[in-house]
């Protein structure tokens, strides 16, 4: 028996042909558990085919385990591969989809092969998997194919264990498998010879175009034409947040960024992600609109042979990003694109394999040599996270923002794709739908779920209607508790830390909004051993839209109510009227919800130092701020700072560190400076608090989570000075460090809590 991710990915011809290689007979079949294997043949033979399994197995494969057990001798003839049999409520992991294989990529682009330019070509290595299955096991008929009758050729193929393309379920060729279809504004079919060739055309002259891919439509447009790119972000209602690029190759990467060989092997690998890079903005035609105020560009190379024939005709770098408006869930169907991104693309590239799961392109980044995730989807879910312990069946359901949810099952932890944020009722429907498909493909019956302390999040919303229907106990988590579990769980690590959990907000134990906190926690218990100081937040969610807000916030609860703002570039040219409106606001205590986020101390310091008063997307005060400092800030002095050890809890007071800030900015230091200084800072705060929860509790190990953690400067400043410090430090690779990482956490929680 083996267990894995093991079907869908060559598996059983693989077994095939190892059997045969090794004189054994037998048979090779799909479970909805796991793959069993019997065979007959000598002591020597089977070991080395067992070591064979072990070693040889395809690249797409992911083997656990093997269990072995001796049988009675049925003198078999041969070797067989059997049918698949179902079993009722077993479950195994299924497949990511994969990136177009080398070899699937050769024959697109061989003259005379009868699938070349065919752009659904694909085999047992690669091509759609999750996206297209229906039900489990993993065969034709159960998933968006079996609407395509194989053509003989193609049949022959599926049929022939020794063959690249043995039980291929999506397996096709121009005679029998999917077709494109280009459509225009007006919903008509656009006539031509030559599909892709007459897309890469519209593109180069400036068109938006919506292609359906793998997990749902994306919106392309040129790179290089500001127009283009420009009016995709009006249309998009995208201000200011970067766009993801499509670039055709490597060595066309390279023109554009700065390429290390870590980050060429993510661009290459079966996952494909959108890689991070440092851009070379000079000796690079990318228009700056693409991702204004960043240094950093989302690239990613061609992951299907309908992109890679697209990229190669079009020649150029394409704006490639989710097909939505705003923050909607990614368009998957036909019609539904038609009608959802109508104002939005001037074309429709579409074609008739249906997608079953709606499966965003995965964002990551190479942080100390080592790839970290930060947007988890196609190539990494809805492959397990592998728990140390064996758990109940939970269902944890997540946060708010960059939503996922996570069903755990024995060792294996489910943690879904990137859902989106979750303000909406279509974000809310995306989100029960996928919850349904996890468990009808896992098989999971959970009997507790998890969820966010925040009583208004539609997650939670969601968790209790379901508890209730279900008449299933809940397991009420607080947000950075859930972080510091979810980094625990992914490293596998069972003791208690200081967990330290930067981010944006997070309702606290106190009713207070959290965002600054060092944890004394496990993946049982956690208790709050220091923070950020408290600061107003004035207007509330007005205050996250408008940094300038929380600036007034910190200046007047630090260095006194109604301060000057002379000096200060945004605060001083605000108009009288608000900021006495605001100044009155904080005063009476009125929707001014008390704060220690350390991403609202970014946004204050940006608003600040003038980088940047109000946002359009999220974190971008906070963004646009680290992207200004200068690349070495060792050398400049951080900003002073306090720690006061009050009974239990020890707060990181803030106002020499804002004092600091302002005279700086009103002594004409570049804004630059200030950013660098400031990170330094906060990395600092870090360091001396941990050391001092350390002196007090004996702890030497501590666990970094938080979307504050993205921020690469203040990532490796961290690790670094805590590392050199003699600290283990603990970080998240698989699970982003944002709230999309949060579910996992819950559930490891939630199990907890039962015992
Ligand atoms: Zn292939
Ligand atoms: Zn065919």
Not at 199 to 221: D, M, N, W
Not at 251 to 278: D, F, N, T
Not at 360 to 384: H, Q, T, W
Request: charged share 25%.
């Amino acid at each position: 028996m083996v267990n894995g991710m093991v079907q869908g990915v060559g598996f059983r011809p693989f077994i095939y042909r190892l059997a045969r290689q090794h004189r054994l007979n037998g048979w090779v079949r799909n479970t909805s558990a796991h793959v069993e294997i019997e065979v007959e043949g000598s002591e020597d033979d089977f070991s080395q085919f067992l070591d064979s399994i072990r070693h040889q197995a395809p690249p797409a494969a992911h083997i656990q385990d093997i269990a072995t057990e001796k049988l009675a001798a049925q003198g078999f003839a041969d070797f067989e591969i059997g049918d698949s049999l179902p079993e009722p409520g077993k479950y195994q992991p299924i497949s990511p989809d994969i990136a177009t294989c080398p070899e699937c990529l050769e024959e697109v682009f061989q003259a005379g092969n009868r699938r070349y330019l065919y752009p659904f070509t694909n085999c047992t290595n690669c091509g759609p998997r999750f996206t297209i299955i229906e039900d489990m096991p993993y065969d034709r008929p159960l998933t968006t194919m079996r609407t395509f009758t194989m053509c003989p050729e193609c049949q022959k193929e599926y049929d022939d264990p020794l063959n690249r393309r043995f039980h291929a379920q999506p397996n096709a060729c121009p005679l029998c498998g999917p077709s494109l279809e280009l459509v225009n504004g007006a919903g008509d079919s656009v006539l031509c010879p030559d599909i892709i060739q007459k897309t890469a055309g519209l593109l180069t002259e400036g068109y938006i175009v919506a292609v359906k891919g793998l997990g749902g439509f994306q919106l392309a447009s040129d790179a290089t034409n500001q127009e283009a790119v420009a009016r995709l972000r009006e249309r998009k209602r995208r201000l200011g947040k970067p766009f993801a690029l499509m670039l055709g190759s490597l060595a066309e990467v390279k023109k554009h960024c700065l390429v290390s060989p870590e980050e060429a092997e993510l661009l290459l690998s079966p996952q494909a992600p959108i890689v991070l890079l440092r851009w070379r903005r000079g000796g690079s035609d990318i228009v700056p609109q693409v991702a204004e105020g960043n240094r950093y560009l989302g690239v990613m190379l061609p992951y299907t042979p309908l992109h890679h024939v697209l990229l190669l005709k079009v020649a150029r770098p394409l704006v490639m990003t989710s097909g939505n408006l705003s923050e909607e869930p990614i368009c998957r169907d036909n019609d539904e694109a038609l009608r959802r991104l109508a104002g939005i693309a001037d074309y429709f590239l579409l074609h008739n394999r249906d997608i079953h799961a709606r499966y965003d392109d995965s964002v990551c980044l190479v942080e100390k040599e080592a790839p970290r995730v930060i947007r988890r989807a196609r190539g990494y879910a809805p492959s397990p996270v592998r728990l140390p312990f064996r758990m109940r069946e939970v269902l944890a359901c997540g946060a708010e923002e960059k939503s996922t949810f996570c069903l755990i099952r024995g060792e294996h932890a489910f943690l879904s794709q990137h859902i989106g944020d979750m303000d909406n009722e279509e974000t809310l429907e995306h989100f029960e739908n996928t919850v349904n498909l996890y468990r009808k493909l896992f098989r999971v019956q959970p009997e507790v779920i998890a969820h966010d302390l925040h009583p208004d999040y539609l997650s939670t919303r969601y968790a209790l209607r379901y508890a209730a229907e279900q008449g299933l106990k809940t397991v009420p988590v607080q947000h950075h508790h859930a972080h510091i579990a979810s980094c625990l769980a992914e490293n596998a690590f069972e003791g208690t830390v200081i967990g330290v959990a930067f981010d944006g907000t997070g309702y606290g134990a106190d009713g207070n909004l959290w965002g600054g906190e060092f944890l004394l926690c496990d993946s049982r218990e956690s208790r709050r051993a220091a923070h950020l100081e408290n600061i107003p937040m004035p207007g509330g969610a007005a205050a996250i839209r408008k940094p300038y807000r929380m600036a007034l916030g910190y200046l007047d609860m630090l260095l006194g109510t109604g301060m000057s703002l002379e000096g200060l570039p945004v605060l001083s040219r605000l108009p009288a009227a608000e900021v006495r409106i605001i100044r009155k606001q904080m005063e009476k205590g009125f929707n001014s919800p008390l704060t220690s986020s350390a991403g609202r101390l970014f946004d204050a310091v940006s608003a600040l130092a003038g980088v940047r008063g109000e946002i359009n997307y999220q974190a971008q005060a906070a963004i646009e701020l680290g992207m200004l400092a200068p690349d070495d800030v060792t050398r400049l002095k951080p900003y002073p700072f306090s720690l006061v050890q009050e009974e239990e809890v020890a707060i990181i007071k803030l106002k020499d560190l804002i004092s600091a800030v302002v005279a700086d900015v009103r002594e004409g230091i570049p804004a630059s400076i200030v950013s660098g200084r400031f990170h330094r800072t906060v990395a600092r705060i870090i360091v001396e608090t941990c050391h001092l929860i350390s002196e007090r509790d004996g702890l030497k190990s501590v666990a970094l989570s938080g979307g504050v953690f993205q921020n690469r400067l203040l990532f490796n400043l961290v690790v670094s000075g805590l590392e050199e410090d003699g600290f283990q430090v603990l970080t998240h690779h698989l699970v982003p460090c944002n709230d999309g990482g949060i579910a996992l956490g819950q559930a490891v929680i939630a199990h907890h809590a039962l015992e």
